[in-house]
C-alpha cells in the first residue's frame, strides 16, 4: 500500500536556523508528491509540490526535490522565520483513476525569536 | 475566489444529539473530501465524493456517520447520535482532476466538533 514517515517533533529551533524535515514513502505506483502546511486554528494549505523524480518543488524559501532512488521528499529551509511555526504535513497520491492524498502524521515546528 | 466554506466553525453538543457539519466546495471543484483530525489519530480521510457520487466511504468510522452530496456546490456530513469520542476537528476539502493525476487539494478552515 502507500504509506508516508516522517520525523517526529516538534522540531524546535531558533530564528534564521537551517530546517530540515524528512519525509519517506512506500507507494504503489508512481506518486506524486506534497508538503501542505497547518498554522495554528486553520487549514491545511499546499506548501509545494512535485510530480516527477529529481523535481524540486519551492515555495516561500522552502525546498524538496523528489528523490526516487531513496524515496524521499525532504524539506527544507536555509533561514527560518517565528511566523514558520506551524505543522508540516507530507502527503503523496497515486494515480489510479481516482484522487486521494495520502498523509504523514505531521511535524510541528516551532520557531523561537 | 472565496475557498473553501465550512459551517459551523464551532459546534458544542451534548452526546446523544445529532450534529450536522456543512461544506461549500470551490466552484468547478469535482472531488470533495472530508477529514477528521485528532491528536491522537492524526489526519483521517472519512469519505469523498467525485461529481457528487460517494467514491469510498471506507474510513468513516461507524454507522453513526453519514454523508451527502445533494449537488456540486454542498455538502454535509452528519452524526446520529454523537459522541464525546467524536470530538475532533473536521475538514472538508476540495480538488479540480486533470489528466488523471491528482492536483492540489483545498482545505477549509475546518470545523471544531466538541461533545460533552
Known amino acids: 500500500g502507500n504509506s508516508v514517515t516522517q520525523m517526529e517533533g516538534p522540531v524546535t529551533l531558533s530564528e534564521e536556523a537551517f530546517l530540515t524535515i524528512n519525509c519517506t514513502y512506500t507507494?504503489?505506483?508512481?506518486?506524486?508528491l506534497f508538503w501542505y502546511v497547518q498554522y495554528p486554528g486553520e487549514g491545511l494549505q499546499l506548501l509545494l509540490k512535485?510530480?516527477?523524480?529529481?523535481d524540486k518543488g519551492s515555495n516561500k524559501g522552502f525546498e524538496a526535490t523528489y528523490r526516487k532512488e531513496t524515496t524521499s521528499f525532504h524539506l527544507e529551509k536555509g533561514s527560518v522565520q517565528v511566523s514558520d511555526s506551524a505543522v508540516y504535513f507530507c502527503?503523496?497520491?497515486?494515480?489510479?483513476?481516482?484522487?486521494?492524498?495520502?498523509f504523514g502524521k505531521g511535524t510541528m515546528l516551532l520557531v523561537s525569536p | 475566489d472565496a475557498g473553501v466554506i465550512q459551517s459551523p466553525r464551532h459546534e458544542v453538543t451534548e452526546m446523544g444529539q445529532e450534529v450536522t457539519l456543512r461544506c461549500k466546495p470551490i466552484s468547478g471543484h469535482d472531488y470533495l473530501f472530508w477529514y477528521r483530525q485528532t491528536m491522537m489519530r492524526g489526519l483521517e480521510l472519512l469519505i469523498y465524493f467525485n461529481n457528487n457520487v460517494p467514491i469510498d466511504d471506507s474510513g468513516m468510522p461507524e454507522d453513526r456517520f453519514s454523508a451527502k452530496m445533494p449537488n456540486a456546490s454542498f455538502s454535509t456530513l452528519k452524526i446520529q447520535p454523537s459522541e464525546p469520542r467524536d470530538s475532533a476537528v473536521y475538514f472538508c476539502a476540495s480538488s479540480q482532476t486533470g489528466g488523471g493525476r491528482t492536483d492540489t487539494q483545498y482545505f477549509g478552515p475546518g470545523t471544531r466538533l466538541t461533545v460533552l
Open positions: 512535485a510530480t516527477k523524480a529529481d
Open positions: 502527503a503523496l497520491s497515486v494515480t489510479r483513476g481516482y484522487s486521494t492524498l495520502t
Open positions: 507507494a504503489t505506483g508512481y506518486p506524486s
